[in-house]
């Protein structure tokens, strides 16, 4: 018979193992979308809280305005990312913010494999004459009518050594797709 304190260990014990075989695809600090303005707008707001505070005498601002400020940049510095549970097929994209990963949960039970693809994207004509080409490597989920955006990078080694990492926990084909096509 198992006890309720053998059920509890279980459970832990298969909670851990699920955060231990989490792929973590880490997007890093994109400067894009509303988290940033907002995060910038409550620096903004705390300083001239802080400025007022200390021209008026007013002591509540004085303790508000580096609450407000350091709010404002764990937002504006927030980390984004791709959480990947290879066990129980789901991923979400998320936000970081001290630690805390914000997101919703998608079943990922239609993926049917792991896609490399390579872009190349025409510039702005330089100084020179000449047009600079931005070589893009995406990697991506593909399913049934969809397909989830994990990373973008500029090496296509790191785009392959992503795609084979999570092919293989997820026991999916990888599809190399990295051939030249350019955007138009």
């Known amino acids: 018979m198992v006890t309720p304190v053998e059920q509890d260990n ?14 973590d695809v ?13 995060g910038f707008a409550l620096v903004v707001i705390g300083i001239l809280v802080l400025v007022f505070a200390i021209k008026e005498g007013w002591i509540l601002g004085l303790l508000l305005a580096p609450l407000v400020t350091f709010f404002g940049i764990v937002v504006f510095l927030s980390i984004r990312g791709t959480l990947i549970d290879p066990i129980g097929k789901r991923c979400r994209a998320y936000q970081d913010l001290l630690l805390f ?38 990697v991506d989920l593909r399913g049934e009518g969809h397909s989830i955006r ?18 293989k926990a997820l026991g999916i ?12």
Request: hydrophobic share 35%; net charge positive; proline share 3%.
């Open 26 to 38: 880490k997007d890093g600090m994109t400067f894009s979308g509303k988290g940033p303005f907002l």
């Open 101 to 138: 990963k914000l997101g919703a949960w998608v079943d990922i039970h239609t993926i049917r494999n792991v896609t490399v693809t390579h872009y190349r994207e025409r510039g702005v004509p330089n100084e020179l004459g000449g047009v600079a080409h931005i070589n893009t490597y995406f």
């Open 150 to 167: 994990l990373k973008e990078v500029e090496s296509r080694n790191e785009a392959i050594k992503i795609g084979e990492r999570l092919a």
């Open 10 to 23: 279980a459970s832990d014990m298969s909670e851990r193992n699920t955060l231990a075989s989490m792929i």
């Open 173 to 184: 084909p990888l599809e190399d797709r990295s051939d030249f096509r350019s955007l138009r």
